[in-house]
């Protein structure tokens, strides 16, 4: 242990000069300066304890052990510079051992000092806690052995192998100081047999051996994620030790081994070091080091990772932050010394005076431990007082003494002190004046205080000079007082006058007492009660009365009964039936209040047996929390399953229940309201139902007890500090508060989540410490924590909330709906949903393939995506096999398991097969499929949402389209109407039901010159892409391909007088064109085909007007052509001469669709001239894309010939 500096004066030659001088400014009256320190020692060694004082002479050195006086022996005796030595130290049990604690006291005749605490130990060495275990491992795995030994002084742990010391200069084999050996690597060569050898001073063992036997490896070897077989674990070490933290991974590619702090600080890179394959070290300890270590194993070149984690606790020996100073002050004043210390765990102060312990109690009193208050001074306060801060590191002390000044002007003591009791709560005290100076005495003061036990307040009430009784009227009934008087004058106080003793009277009872209900068979009911505390009992106990009666009834059964018992057996009651039942005690002044009716209903009379009822037993803890403790009572014989119990505040809702296991023998409930009564029931179950009942009644003490002691309450804990150590566990450190005196300090820890709407489900924990790690909390999950202090009947406000999240947990289950299809040759997508229950969002994703052949080889293909992608390709898969694949997902805290596996079988052939979705035409390139593909199949949310909205929006211009499409077609209409009225031609007689008219004609001049004008020019080998896509397929050798499609206008099928060629099959492509626009074309041997518009398409097609045009619009999108026509030109109207009209359904259509072509031959002018007119429901831009005639007026033109399509 160090030894901890205390505050001297520097100088030897300033402390010599010093010395005959009473000073207070620089302690020098008396002070060590050697002190005895720590020390282990051999059985039969001699052992020297130091110890010099320095001061006025004559200075005497008293040694104590243990806390008492140490007497001189032949084996111990006292040095003549003080020093204690021991000739040969022993080791027994009981008072001859040496083994202790010892301190030295030195004496002057200012006071006396003493020195800090040394202690003395036996070197010596326990059995083996833990030994090394035979060990099975295959070959390049780890193998690890342990053991464990308690020895004074610390053992130096090595290792056998075989009998024979294990070389260490391998970077294949680390032995820890905490006792562990592992093996990295292991092969054949490492068979054998291990031992662990402790040595210290006193001893050296050897563990019993353990076989390790190295078997074959797996082959071949399986990808394998990281395990974390041996991870750190929570340790506590002293300042200035090493702290090691030891941490073994294993996985296939094998892992890399990593450490950082929790709370992102840097670690101490020049006092830390990784000793074998990860094992974290840190010499030197000191307080900054504490903290949660993380320890992360991950697959090389991967996201795959598995953490673990410990905390490191520094403890340090206490220190001083604030010293007391000496002091001067007159007799009768008041003297404050104040001290604080710090350490960890936090160090408790006591005061000495003189090397004597002092209690708080009367004039002088220990305020929050810290602070020393000495009031009313009296001459024999002057001493040297000493503040001690210890903890279990160790001990320090600081000196300061006290001078009290005395005066030659003051009156003598009060004389002829009496009391007289006049109440249970009142004595008359009186007394006469001082003998000298009273006629100088301005006022005299009375102290009292209780004369029984220790810590107990003094209190004072100031009189006038002009009376000499008073009577203390705020006392306790049945308890002794000590009472002393003080005169004052201007210039001081007098002595205190002497101490008399005085007894007040009893009174009746201020409280009930406890009570507890039980029943032992069907027929009975238990009474007992508690003993009413000694503060409320105001005397001695004679009597207890019980009043009960059933619950359904008046009349009230009465029992009296002798004031030493504490229960009594009701008998005879009424199975199955509710009871109430009060109690009131009894003084030989009276009888107090009863208390408030408690019920119980007796068990039910049944042959099944079920548990009795326990024996319970409740302890107010603090004004707020009640334990509840139990046992089984001795006559139960029937096996049980748990307990239940229920609780309730007086004249409330009772809460509960609360179930707990059968080996649980207390309970806490915290949370309480301060001075309620609260009524307990509890019960224990079995299979066969509900035991017996015992009810007990308890009461809060109160908090407002501060108050009543005009002491403020003890501040709360400080600096409250929360760390997350796993998703289930949360770490909370605080500091005590510096101003507290209580011997026995307890905590309660509050804590819930952020945002709990039930307030049943807020946590109480209860701990006498200052940390405490919270567990089975919900991983990912923020709560609040908030800590109050209870000492002394008092308790602290709660400290400031503090909030912590804890961590998330590895994902728990494995993807789901994982799926693989087939979508080309070689390529498969694979598709997968997020896991459910994860409580944090997936970081990334590993998928694992391989062909059956390679998985029995264990050689898994992976891949990694990110958390946000939910499908991917396989790609350049080999036909004929099938693959096996399963997918894991990761977050950032850890991977999770793999899904099932999934099978995938490739085809031999070279069938392609599609998921859903659009089917890709053969006609397109593979590289064009494979981008399509990739663009289809790549579809993130984000993605997948704005083709929604686009396609919404696609559809909202085409209604648009349609609406104004329809308002055109009306315009359209009236034009037609307009235009036949004014035309001078005849009408074609139309055959088809469809349509009924004559149709103008004009010279094959006149209407090819309009048709010129609507015909565009077409380059060279161009090719020209109909409104909506017609089946005139057109290659790049200029040949055609024409299929025949006919549709029933109005579901009857009409064959035109032309004859048409043989429909050819016809190839679609894959680009969403339409499979009913379609349009043909057929000619004569000699004749050219010509597609004329209609003069009034209302006049064509009558029952089908608005719906052409809303194909039209589509058709329009589709290709991307203006689908512009105008009906205006009276010309065009002109050159129709339609003689008949037919319509076929398409054959996929069936019979009940309504035809969509019409086939309408043009009368010819000569025989050679005959065509066919071919409308469709495309657009009427369809009926622009056509060839010109070769010939068709008598007198062809050069730009005629010149200006034919290149078909």
């Known amino acids: 242990?160090?030894?901890?500096?205390?505050?001297?004066?520097?100088?030897?030659?300033?402390?010599?000069?010093?010395?005959?001088?009473?000073?207070?400014?620089?302690?020098?009256?008396?002070?060590?300066?050697?002190?005895?320190?720590?020390?282990?020692?051999?059985?039969?060694?001699?052992?020297?304890?130091?110890?010099?004082?320095?001061?006025?002479?004559?200075?005497?050195?008293?040694?104590?052990?243990?806390?008492?006086?140490?007497?001189?022996?032949?084996?111990?005796?006292?040095?003549?510079?003080?020093?204690?030595?021991?000739?040969?130290?022993?080791?027994?049990?009981?008072?001859?051992?040496?083994?202790?604690?010892?301190?030295?006291?030195?004496?002057?005749?200012?006071?006396?000092?003493?020195?800090?605490?040394?202690?003395?130990?036996?070197?010596?060495?326990s059995p083996f806690e833990v030994q090394p275990v035979p060990t099975v491992v295959r070959e390049g795995e780890v193998a690890r052995f342990i053991c464990k030994i308690h020895a004074n002084p610390p053992p130096i742990i090595t290792w056998e192998f075989n009998r024979t010391t294990l070389p260490l200069a391998t970077d294949r084999i680390t032995v820890l100081p905490t006792g562990v050996l592992q093996i990295y690597g292991v092969d054949k060569q490492h068979t054998g047999q291990y031992r662990c050898v402790a040595t210290n001073i006193a001893n050296r063992r050897r563990s019993a051996e353990a076989i390790l036997t190295v078997i074959p490896a797996w082959e071949p070897k399986t990808l394998q994620k990281p395990v974390i077989i041996a991870g750190p674990q929570n340790i506590t070490v002293p300042v200035h030790q090493t702290a090691m933290l030891e941490c073994v991974a294993i996985g296939s590619p094998k892992p890399l081994v990593s450490w950082s702090r929790f709370d992102h600080r840097s670690i101490d890179v020049f006092n830390t070091r990784v000793l074998g394959n990860g094992n974290l070290m840190i010499s030197d300890v000191k307080v900054q080091h504490a903290g949660i270590y993380v320890c992360r194993a991950t697959t090389p070149g991967t996201r795959n990772y598995t953490v673990a984690t410990a905390m490191l606790t520094v403890l340090a020996p206490p220190s001083f932050v604030e010293w007391p100073e000496s002091l001067t002050r007159p007799r009768a004043g008041t003297a404050r010394f104040m001290c604080q210390a710090e350490g960890i765990p936090t160090p408790k102060i006591s005061w000495?005076?003189?090397?004597?312990?002092?209690?708080?109690?009367?004039?002088?009193?220990?305020?929050?431990?810290?602070?020393?208050?000495?009031?009313?001074?009296?001459?024999?306060?002057?001493?040297?007082?000493?503040?001690?801060?210890?903890?279990?590191?160790?001990?320090?002390?600081?000196?300061?003494?006290?001078?009290?000044?005395?005066?030659?002007?003051?009156?003598?003591?009060?004389?002829?002190?009496?009391?007289?009791?006049?109440?249970?709560?009142?004595i008359l005290l009186s007394w006469q004046r001082p003998m000298y100076n009273s006629d100088k005495v301005i006022a005299y003061s009375v102290h009292y205080m209780k004369a029984e036990g220790l810590n107990n307040e003094e209190y004072q009430v100031v009189i006038g000079n002009d009376t000499t009784r008073y009577i203390i009227d705020d006392l306790e009934p049945a308890s002794n007082y000590t009472f002393y008087i003080v005169a004052y004058m201007p210039m001081g106080a007098s002595r205190m006058s002497e101490h008399v003793t005085q007894h007040t009277l009893e009174d009746v009872p201020l409280r009930v007492p406890e009570i507890s209900l039980t029943s032992r068979s069907p027929t009975d009911i238990l009474i007992s009660w508690l003993p009413i505390p000694a503060k409320f009992r105001r005397g001695r106990i004679v009597a207890y009365r019980i009043h009960y009666r059933k619950s359904t009834e008046r009349a009230v059964h009465l029992v009296e009964l002798p004031g030493v018992i504490?229960?009594?057996?009701?008998?005879?009651?009424?199975?199955?039936?509710?009871?109430?039942?009060?109690?009131?005690?009894?003084?030989?002044?009276?009888?107090?209040?009863?208390?408030?009716?408690?019920?119980?209903?007796?068990?039910?009379?049944?042959?099944?047996?079920?548990?009795?009822?326990?024996?319970?037993?409740?302890e107010p803890f603090n004004c707020t929390t009640i334990t509840v403790k139990w046992k089984q009572a001795e006559e139960n014989d029937v096996q049980i399953q748990g307990y239940r119990l229920f609780y309730r505040e007086e004249s409330q809702q009772e809460t509960g229940p609360i179930t707990l296991g059968m080996q649980n023998s207390h309970y806490t409930i915290s949370g309480l309201d301060p001075r309620r009564k609260y009524h307990i029931r509890l019960l224990a179950y079995n299979s066969m139902g509900e035991g017996y009942q015992a009810d007990q009644t308890v009461s809060t003490p109160g908090c407002v007890s501060v108050r009543d002691r005009m002491v403020p309450p003890p501040p709360p804990p400080h600096h409250l500090y929360a760390k997350a150590n796993s998703s289930s566990s949360i770490s909370l450190q605080w500091g005590k508060p510096a101003f507290t005196a209580a011997p026995v300090i307890n905590y309660t820890v509050r804590c819930n989540p952020v945002g709990l709407q039930n307030a049943s489900l807020v946590m109480y924990l209860q701990t006498s410490e200052t940390h405490m790690l919270v567990i089975g909390l919900q991983p990912f999950t923020k709560y609040e924590f908030a800590v109050r202090l209870h000492a002394?009947?008092?308790?602290?406000?709660?400290?400031?909330?503090?909030y912590q999240l804890t961590l998330p947990e590895a994902p728990t289950n494995p993807p789901s709906g994982v799926k693989a299809t087939l979508i080309e040759e070689g390529t498969a997508l694979i598709s997968w949903k997020p896991p459910e229950n994860t409580n944090t969002a997936?970081?990334?994703?590993?998928?694992?393939?391989?062909?059956?052949?390679?998985?029995?080889?264990?050689?898994?293909?992976?891949?990694?995506?990110?958390?946000?992608?939910?499908?991917?390709?396989?790609?350049?898969?080999?036909?004929?096999?099938?693959?096996?694949?399963?997918?894991?997902?990761?977050?950032?805290?850890?991977?999770?398991?793999?899904?099932?596996?999934?099978?995938?079988?490739?085809?031999?052939?070279?069938?392609?097969?599609?998921?859903?979705?659009?089917?890709?035409?053969?006609?397109?390139?593979?590289?064009?499929?494979?981008?399509?593909?990739?663009?289809?199949?790549?579809?993130?949310?984000?993605?997948?949402?704005?083709?929604?909205?686009?396609?919404?929006?696609?559809?909202?211009?085409?209604?648009?389209?349609?609406?104004?499409?329809?308002?055109?077609?009306?315009?359209?209409?009236?034009?037609?109407?307009?235009?036949?009225?004014?035309?001078?031609?005849?009408?074609?007689?139309?055959?088809?039901?469809?349509?009924?008219?004559?149709?103008?004609?004009?010279?094959?001049?006149?209407?090819?010159?309009?048709?010129e004008t609507l015909m565009p020019m077409m380059p060279e080998n161009a090719f020209l892409d109909t409104k909506?896509?017609?089946?005139?397929?057109?290659?790049?050798?200029?040949?055609?391909?024409?299929k025949s499609k006919k549709c029933f206008l109005f579901g009857r099928k009409k064959r035109s007088t032309n004859t048409f060629k043989e429909e050819q099959p016809v190839r679609r492509n894959g680009f969403g064109v339409s499979p009913y626009q379609l349009t043909e074309l057929s000619r004569e041997e000699s004749g050219d085909s010509v597609l004329i518009p209609p003069t009034s398409l209302p006049a064509v097609f009558t029952a089908m007007g608005d719906t052409e045009y809303s194909h039209n619009s589509d058709g329009s999108h589709e290709t991307g052509d203006s689908?512009?026509?105008?009906?205006?030109?009276?010309?065009?109207?002109?050159?129709?001469?339609?003689?008949?009209?037919?319509?076929?359904?398409?054959?996929?259509?069936?019979?009940?669709?309504?035809?969509?072509?019409?086939?309408?031959?043009?009368?010819?002018?000569?025989?050679?001239?005959?065509?066919?007119?071919?409308?469709?429901?495309?657009?009427?831009?369809?009926?622009?894309?056509?060839?010109?005639?070769?010939?068709?007026?008598?007198?062809?033109?050069?730009?005629?010939?010149?200006?034919?399509?290149?078909?």
């Not at 991977?895 to 397109?924: C, M, R």
Request: charged share 20%.
């Open 566 to 618: 504490s229960d009594h057996l009701l008998e005879d009651v009424e199975p199955d039936s509710t009871y109430l039942v009060r109690i009131s005690a009894a003084t030989k002044i009276g009888w107090g209040e009863s208390s408030i009716w408690t019920s119980h209903r007796t068990p039910k009379a049944t042959s099944v047996k079920v548990p009795l009822a326990p024996e319970l037993r409740l």
């Open 1 to 125: 242990m160090e030894i901890s500096k205390r505050r001297t004066c520097v100088g030897t030659v300033v402390i010599a000069l010093l010395l005959p001088i009473s000073g207070i400014w620089c302690f020098t009256e008396l002070f060590f300066m050697r002190e005895p320190h720590d020390i282990t020692a051999l059985r039969k060694d001699p052992v020297v304890l130091d110890c010099q004082a320095h001061g006025e002479l004559p200075i005497t050195i008293v040694w104590l052990k243990n806390g008492q006086r140490l007497a001189d022996t032949e084996r111990t005796y006292i040095l003549s510079n003080g020093s204690l030595y021991i000739t040969e130290v022993e080791h027994r049990r009981g008072d001859r051992s040496d083994e202790g604690y010892y301190e030295c006291l030195a004496r002057n005749k200012y006071g006396a000092i003493l020195s800090q605490k040394s202690h003395l130990t036996v070197a010596s060495m």
């Open 1123 to 1207: 689908g512009r026509y105008s009906h205006d030109s009276r010309e065009e109207m002109e050159m129709l001469h339609l003689s008949s009209v037919t319509c076929d359904p398409p054959a996929f259509l069936g019979s009940s669709v309504q035809g969509e072509t019409a086939s309408i031959p043009v009368q010819p002018t000569s025989g050679e001239d005959q065509r066919v007119l071919v409308v469709s429901h495309s657009t009427t831009s369809d009926l622009l894309a056509l060839p010109r005639p070769s010939h068709m007026s008598s007198k062809p033109t050069s730009e005629n010939i010149n200006n034919q399509f290149p078909i």
């Open 352 to 426: 000495l005076k003189n090397g004597q312990r002092i209690h708080s109690n009367g004039r002088i009193k220990v305020q929050y431990s810290s602070k020393l208050v000495i009031n009313q001074i009296i001459p024999e306060d002057d001493a040297i007082y000493q503040c001690v801060a210890e903890n279990e590191q160790g001990s320090v002390l600081s000196v300061a003494r006290l001078i009290v000044i005395m005066s030659e002007d003051r009156p003598s003591a009060p004389r002829n002190i009496q009391a007289e009791t006049v109440s249970s709560s009142g």
């Open 792 to 802: 002394d009947q008092l308790s602290s406000p709660w400290s400031p909330v503090v």
């Open 1028 to 1042: 909506g896509g017609s089946d005139l397929i057109v290659s790049n050798s200029g040949h055609r391909k024409e």
């Open 842 to 1011: 997936v970081t990334q994703y590993t998928i694992l393939y391989a062909s059956r052949k390679a998985w029995i080889g264990g050689e898994w293909q992976v891949l990694h995506r990110e958390g946000s992608i939910t499908m991917t390709l396989l790609e350049n898969l080999d036909p004929g096999n099938v693959y096996l694949i399963q997918i894991s997902a990761t977050n950032e805290v850890g991977e999770g398991p793999f899904s099932n596996i999934v099978e995938l079988v490739i085809p031999a052939t070279e069938t392609v097969y599609f998921s859903q979705g659009p089917k890709w035409s053969d006609s397109l390139s593979s590289a064009d499929a494979k981008g399509n593909s990739d663009v289809f199949y790549h579809l993130d949310q984000k993605s997948m949402t704005g083709i929604i909205v686009g396609v919404c929006i696609a559809l909202t211009c085409i209604i648009i389209c349609i609406l104004i499409l329809l308002y055109r077609s009306k315009a359209r209409k009236s034009s037609a109407v307009k235009a036949e009225q004014q035309g001078n031609v005849q009408l074609a007689h139309v055959t088809s039901p469809l349509v009924n008219g004559n149709h103008l004609a004009k010279s094959k001049d006149e209407q090819w010159e309009n048709m």
